[in-house]
Protein backbone atom coordinates (compact mmCIF):
# COMPACT_ATOMS: atom_id res chain seq x y z
CA UNK A 1 0.00 0.00 0.00
CA UNK A 2 0.96 3.71 -1.01
CA UNK A 3 1.70 5.75 2.10
CA UNK A 4 -0.02 9.30 1.86
CA UNK A 5 1.81 11.98 -0.27
CA UNK A 6 3.28 14.99 1.93
CA UNK A 7 4.67 17.73 0.88
CA UNK A 8 7.84 19.59 2.04
CA UNK A 9 5.27 22.32 3.58
CA UNK A 10 3.28 20.05 5.88
CA UNK A 11 6.67 19.13 7.16
CA UNK A 12 7.09 21.13 10.48
CA UNK A 13 8.55 20.74 13.77
CA UNK A 14 5.32 19.21 15.18
CA UNK A 15 4.69 16.39 12.45
CA UNK A 16 4.32 13.04 13.93
CA UNK A 17 7.15 11.36 11.35
CA UNK A 18 9.57 13.60 10.14
CA UNK A 19 10.30 16.99 11.60
CA UNK A 20 11.61 19.65 9.75
CA UNK A 21 13.27 23.09 11.55
CA UNK A 22 14.57 25.85 9.45
CA UNK A 23 18.06 26.55 10.29
CA UNK A 24 18.85 30.34 7.87
CA UNK A 25 17.91 31.37 4.93
CA UNK A 26 20.20 33.89 3.17
CA UNK A 27 22.02 35.09 0.74
CA UNK A 28 20.30 32.91 -1.84
CA UNK A 29 20.62 29.92 0.76
CA UNK A 30 18.09 28.15 2.75
CA UNK A 31 19.36 25.15 5.14
CA UNK A 32 16.96 22.94 7.15
CA UNK A 33 17.35 20.07 9.26
CA UNK A 34 14.83 16.72 8.47
CA UNK A 35 14.98 14.58 11.59
CA UNK A 36 12.98 11.43 12.85
CA UNK A 37 11.58 8.00 13.01
CA UNK A 38 9.41 6.83 10.59
CA UNK A 39 8.22 2.78 10.97
CA UNK A 40 7.11 2.93 7.59
CA UNK A 41 8.44 4.89 4.27
CA UNK A 42 7.52 8.52 4.12
CA UNK A 43 6.53 9.81 0.76
CA UNK A 44 7.12 13.15 0.41
CA UNK A 45 6.36 15.54 -2.85
CA UNK A 46 9.15 18.00 -3.30
CA UNK A 47 9.02 21.04 -5.92
CA UNK A 48 12.98 22.49 -6.85
CA UNK A 49 12.03 26.02 -7.94
CA UNK A 50 13.10 27.84 -11.28
CA UNK A 51 17.16 28.64 -11.35
CA UNK A 52 17.49 26.85 -7.46
CA UNK A 53 19.12 23.34 -6.56
CA UNK A 54 18.48 21.58 -3.72
CA UNK A 55 20.56 18.99 -1.87
CA UNK A 56 19.86 16.35 0.35
CA UNK A 57 22.39 15.02 2.68
CA UNK A 58 22.04 12.20 4.47
CA UNK A 59 23.86 11.32 7.75
CA UNK A 60 21.50 8.81 8.61
CA UNK A 61 18.95 7.11 6.95
CA UNK A 62 17.78 5.98 2.90
CA UNK A 63 15.68 7.80 0.53
CA UNK A 64 13.88 6.78 -3.14
CA UNK A 65 14.15 10.15 -5.49
CA UNK A 66 12.26 9.99 -8.67
CA UNK A 67 11.41 12.67 -10.92
CA UNK A 68 9.46 12.92 -14.07
CA UNK A 69 12.55 11.88 -15.97
CA UNK A 70 12.71 8.29 -17.53
CA UNK A 71 14.88 5.66 -16.21
CA UNK A 72 13.50 5.05 -12.74
CA UNK A 73 14.77 6.41 -9.31
CA UNK A 74 17.34 6.42 -7.21
CA UNK A 75 18.26 4.85 -4.01
CA UNK A 76 20.40 7.28 -1.22
CA UNK A 77 21.79 5.60 1.70
CA UNK A 78 23.60 7.41 4.77
CA UNK A 79 26.73 9.55 4.15
CA UNK A 80 25.70 10.90 0.95
CA UNK A 81 24.48 13.59 -1.08
CA UNK A 82 21.34 13.71 -3.65
CA UNK A 83 21.74 16.54 -6.11
CA UNK A 84 18.56 17.51 -7.56
CA UNK A 85 18.25 19.84 -10.67
CA UNK A 86 15.99 23.06 -10.25
CA UNK A 87 12.67 23.41 -11.90
CA UNK A 88 11.27 20.02 -11.41
CA UNK A 89 9.01 18.16 -9.08
CA UNK A 90 10.11 14.96 -7.05
CA UNK A 91 9.02 12.22 -5.18
CA UNK A 92 11.16 10.93 -2.14
CA UNK A 93 10.24 8.06 0.09
CA UNK A 94 12.10 8.39 2.90
CA UNK A 95 13.03 4.47 4.22
CA UNK A 96 12.16 3.19 7.68
CA UNK A 97 14.40 3.75 10.80
CA UNK A 98 16.30 6.94 12.21
CA UNK A 99 16.23 10.33 10.15
CA UNK A 100 18.81 12.65 9.75
CA UNK A 101 19.17 14.90 7.13
CA UNK A 102 20.17 18.01 6.02
CA UNK A 103 18.34 20.14 3.14
CA UNK A 104 20.25 22.62 1.39
CA UNK A 105 18.50 25.07 -1.26
CA UNK A 106 20.48 27.11 -3.31
CA UNK A 107 19.20 29.79 -6.18
CA UNK A 108 21.70 30.54 -8.52
CA UNK A 109 23.18 33.87 -7.11
CA UNK A 110 24.51 31.69 -4.34
CA UNK A 111 26.76 29.72 -6.50
CA UNK A 112 28.51 32.38 -8.26
CA UNK A 113 31.38 30.85 -6.21
CA UNK A 114 31.05 27.60 -7.77
CA UNK A 115 30.64 28.91 -11.13
CA UNK A 116 33.86 26.45 -12.26
CA UNK A 117 32.23 23.32 -10.56
CA UNK A 118 28.90 24.49 -12.11
CA UNK A 119 29.89 24.52 -15.45
CA UNK A 120 32.44 21.78 -15.52
CA UNK A 121 30.08 19.02 -13.92
CA UNK A 122 26.92 20.34 -15.12
CA UNK A 123 25.14 18.85 -12.38
CA UNK A 124 23.59 21.90 -11.08
CA UNK A 125 20.71 23.31 -12.22
CA UNK A 126 19.53 21.03 -14.79
CA UNK A 127 16.02 19.63 -15.01
CA UNK A 128 14.89 16.95 -13.24
CA UNK A 129 18.66 15.51 -12.83
CA UNK A 130 18.85 13.31 -9.94
CA UNK A 131 22.56 12.95 -8.63
CA UNK A 132 24.07 10.84 -6.33
CA UNK A 133 27.35 11.65 -4.44
CA UNK A 134 28.63 9.23 -1.87
CA UNK A 135 30.75 10.88 0.86
CA UNK A 136 33.65 8.36 1.83
CA UNK A 137 35.67 8.82 4.70
CA UNK A 138 38.84 8.03 2.38
CA UNK A 139 38.03 11.06 0.38
CA UNK A 140 39.49 14.08 2.86
CA UNK A 141 37.18 16.48 4.60
CA UNK A 142 33.80 16.22 2.86
CA UNK A 143 32.29 13.32 5.72
CA UNK A 144 33.88 15.59 8.70
CA UNK A 145 32.50 18.36 7.01
CA UNK A 146 29.26 17.42 6.60
CA UNK A 147 28.75 15.73 10.26
CA UNK A 148 30.37 19.14 11.66
CA UNK A 149 27.55 21.27 9.73
CA UNK A 150 24.96 18.57 10.89
CA UNK A 151 26.06 19.21 14.79
CA UNK A 152 26.74 23.27 14.59
CA UNK A 153 23.13 22.95 12.90
CA UNK A 154 21.60 21.06 15.96
CA UNK A 155 22.92 23.29 18.10
CA UNK A 156 21.49 26.20 16.60
CA UNK A 157 25.30 27.48 15.42
CA UNK A 158 24.08 28.71 12.01
CA UNK A 159 26.98 30.88 10.94
CA UNK A 160 28.24 28.23 8.57
CA UNK A 161 27.69 29.71 5.16
CA UNK A 162 30.85 29.33 3.78
CA UNK A 163 31.35 25.73 5.63
CA UNK A 164 28.05 24.96 3.91
CA UNK A 165 29.72 26.63 0.14
CA UNK A 166 32.66 24.53 0.83
CA UNK A 167 30.55 21.41 1.00
CA UNK A 168 28.78 21.63 -1.86
CA UNK A 169 32.06 22.32 -3.87
CA UNK A 170 33.46 19.43 -2.12
CA UNK A 171 30.35 16.98 -3.32
CA UNK A 172 30.47 18.48 -6.73
CA UNK A 173 34.50 17.79 -6.86
CA UNK A 174 33.52 13.97 -5.08
CA UNK A 175 30.99 13.87 -8.37
CA UNK A 176 34.22 14.66 -10.90
CA UNK A 177 36.37 12.52 -9.34
CA UNK A 178 34.06 9.25 -9.83
CA UNK A 179 32.49 9.13 -6.27
CA UNK A 180 29.61 8.61 -8.22
CA UNK A 181 26.48 6.74 -7.54
CA UNK A 182 25.66 4.65 -4.39
CA UNK A 183 26.68 1.73 -3.57
CA UNK A 184 25.66 -0.71 -0.38
CA UNK A 185 29.05 -1.82 -0.62
CA UNK A 186 32.30 0.54 -1.40
CA UNK A 187 35.54 -0.09 -2.19
CA UNK A 188 37.94 1.79 0.38
CA UNK A 189 40.89 3.33 -0.88
CA UNK A 190 42.76 2.34 2.04
CA UNK A 191 42.67 -1.25 1.42
CA UNK A 192 45.37 -3.66 0.54
CA UNK A 193 45.37 -4.49 -2.75
CA UNK A 194 44.68 -8.07 -2.65
CA UNK A 195 41.28 -7.15 -0.43
CA UNK A 196 40.63 -4.82 -3.73
CA UNK A 197 41.01 -7.81 -6.43
CA UNK A 198 38.55 -9.81 -3.76
CA UNK A 199 35.72 -7.17 -3.61
CA UNK A 200 36.10 -6.21 -6.94
CA UNK A 201 35.95 -9.71 -8.32
CA UNK A 202 32.83 -10.27 -5.77
CA UNK A 203 31.08 -6.91 -7.16
CA UNK A 204 31.71 -8.19 -10.45
CA UNK A 205 29.72 -12.22 -9.61
CA UNK A 206 27.82 -11.57 -6.42
CA UNK A 207 25.49 -14.85 -7.18
CA UNK A 208 28.74 -16.83 -6.56
CA UNK A 209 28.93 -19.30 -3.34
CA UNK A 210 31.72 -17.06 -2.11
CA UNK A 211 32.59 -19.42 0.98
CA UNK A 212 34.90 -17.52 3.58
CA UNK A 213 37.67 -20.31 2.83
CA UNK A 214 37.79 -19.89 -0.86
CA UNK A 215 37.82 -16.20 -0.69
CA UNK A 216 41.04 -16.29 1.97
CA UNK A 217 42.28 -18.48 -0.55
CA UNK A 218 41.40 -16.18 -3.73
CA UNK A 219 43.01 -13.05 -1.16
CA UNK A 220 46.04 -15.20 0.10
CA UNK A 221 44.93 -15.11 3.29
CA UNK A 222 44.10 -17.31 5.94
CA UNK A 223 40.55 -17.43 6.95
CA UNK A 224 40.88 -16.08 10.14
CA UNK A 225 43.04 -13.62 9.18
CA UNK A 226 40.94 -12.20 6.59
CA UNK A 227 37.77 -12.34 8.67
CA UNK A 228 39.63 -9.99 11.36
CA UNK A 229 40.94 -7.54 8.50
CA UNK A 230 37.77 -7.11 6.41
CA UNK A 231 36.06 -6.46 9.64
CA UNK A 232 38.00 -3.79 10.72
CA UNK A 233 38.14 -2.55 7.53
CA UNK A 234 34.42 -2.44 6.98
CA UNK A 235 32.96 -2.81 10.21
CA UNK A 236 31.79 -5.73 8.81
CA UNK A 237 32.20 -8.96 7.82
CA UNK A 238 32.88 -10.41 4.23
CA UNK A 239 29.32 -12.41 4.49
CA UNK A 240 27.27 -9.03 4.83
CA UNK A 241 30.12 -7.89 2.02
CA UNK A 242 28.52 -10.50 -0.30
CA UNK A 243 24.90 -9.91 0.68
CA UNK A 244 25.18 -6.18 -0.24
CA UNK A 245 26.15 -6.55 -3.10
CA UNK A 246 23.85 -8.81 -4.09
CA UNK A 247 21.38 -6.38 -2.82
CA UNK A 248 22.87 -3.23 -4.23
CA UNK A 249 22.44 -5.62 -8.05
CA UNK A 250 19.07 -6.47 -7.01
CA UNK A 251 17.77 -2.84 -6.43
CA UNK A 252 19.28 -1.78 -9.81
CA UNK A 253 16.84 -4.62 -11.48
CA UNK A 254 14.08 -3.41 -8.89
CA UNK A 255 13.95 -0.11 -10.40
CA UNK A 256 15.08 -0.55 -13.65
CA UNK A 257 13.45 -3.28 -15.20
CA UNK A 258 10.10 -5.32 -14.89
CA UNK A 259 11.29 -8.64 -14.21
CA UNK A 260 9.61 -10.50 -11.55
CA UNK A 261 11.02 -10.33 -7.96
CA UNK A 262 11.36 -14.15 -7.80
CA UNK A 263 13.79 -14.05 -10.90
CA UNK A 264 15.54 -11.00 -9.61
CA UNK A 265 16.35 -12.36 -6.35
CA UNK A 266 17.34 -16.17 -8.60
CA UNK A 267 19.61 -14.37 -10.80
CA UNK A 268 21.17 -12.22 -8.09
CA UNK A 269 21.95 -15.26 -5.86
CA UNK A 270 19.74 -14.96 -3.17
CA UNK A 271 18.42 -18.31 -1.48
CA UNK A 272 15.13 -16.89 -1.72
CA UNK A 273 12.74 -13.83 -2.81
CA UNK A 274 12.17 -13.59 1.17
CA UNK A 275 15.98 -13.39 1.74
CA UNK A 276 16.37 -10.67 -1.28
CA UNK A 277 13.33 -8.99 0.66
CA UNK A 278 15.27 -9.12 4.20
CA UNK A 279 18.30 -7.50 2.70
CA UNK A 280 16.64 -4.66 0.93
CA UNK A 281 15.07 -3.82 4.03
CA UNK A 282 17.70 -4.24 6.34
CA UNK A 283 20.26 -2.24 4.04
CA UNK A 284 17.85 0.49 2.73
CA UNK A 285 15.11 0.36 5.11
CA UNK A 286 12.60 -0.35 1.79
CA UNK A 287 10.94 -3.41 0.73
CA UNK A 288 11.42 -4.67 -3.13
CA UNK A 289 7.27 -4.77 -3.94
CA UNK A 290 7.57 -0.82 -1.90
CA UNK A 291 10.05 0.59 -4.46
CA UNK A 292 8.41 -0.45 -6.92
CA UNK A 293 4.96 1.35 -5.89
CA UNK A 294 6.62 4.02 -5.39
CA UNK A 295 8.39 4.56 -7.99
CA UNK A 296 4.50 4.29 -9.70
CA UNK A 297 3.47 7.65 -7.71
CA UNK A 298 3.09 10.86 -9.91
Not at 259 to 287: K, N, P
Request: include cysteine.
Amino acid sequence: MTPRVLSFAEITEESSILQRKQITSRNGLSASLLTGFASAPALVSYQVGENRTSVLISIAGSALHHSSLPGGGSIQTPMSAAVLGGAEHYHTAFSRGQQKWIELVLEDRALALLADWKNSHRLLSTKGLIHIVRLESDAGFVTPLAVGIWKAYSSSEVDTDAQVVALVAGILDLAGAGYSGQPLASLPESAPESLVTLMKAVKQDPTKAWSLKDAAYMAGYSAFHLSRTFRTLMDYGFPEFVDRCRTERALEFIISSDRSLDEIALSCGFGSTQAMRGACREYVGLLPSEIRSLLLVQ
